[in-house]
């Protein structure tokens, strides 16, 4: 995916413009909350953003350089659960991706921690696994119309 216009819907799937939404803390701003950070991390993902990756890893635990060429086809995001205690937070969230002629997913539980003001990811659990969604179930892209009616045609 790839967001020509700030009125473009914005990768994270929040409903929002990318302008309104991902895009100031893509441009140096400091998410306010883990879920904020989450989703921006998500849709520096789909944009291929390694540096954003890179700057918003806490320093503890960040790889010291981040490859995305091989990253899958990222089509939606699915926020679980999300909380955050103090200088601690947690997002407990599910990414969907195209998997050859397929679905796959990531699912996470991440850590986020506060320090000076600025969200960080921390580390998280995951797992993975692939979809098979059925014909009248909601499209796993993210466009919110039936698997019958969107994907399954193309």
């Not at 205690?85 to 002629?101: E, L, P």
Request: proline share 8%; charged share 25%; hydrophobic share 30%.
């Amino acid at each position: 995916m790839t967001v020509t216009a700030s009125s473009d819907p914005c990768p994270c799937c929040s409903g929002k413009a990318y302008l309104e939404c991902c895009q100031p803390w893509h441009s140096g701003q400091p998410a306010p909350t883990p879920e904020a950070l989450m989703r921006s991390r998500y849709a520096a993902f789909v944009l291929r953003n390694p540096d954003y990756l890179l700057a918003t890893w806490h320093p503890d635990t960040r790889p010291g350089e981040l490859e995305l060429e091989h990253s899958p086809d990222w089509a939606s995001l699915q926020i679980l659960d999300a909380s955050e205690q103090g200088a601690r937070g947690r997002v407990h969230f599910r990414a969907v991706y195209r998997a050859g002629t397929g679905w796959g997913y990531l699912e996470e539980v991440s850590d986020f921690a506060r320090v000076d003001d600025c969200w960080y990811y921390v580390a998280g659990e995951t797992s993975e696994g692939s979809l098979k969604p059925g014909r009248n179930e909601p499209c796993p892209c993210g466009s919110g119309r039936k698997y019958k009616a969107c994907c399954l045609k193309g």
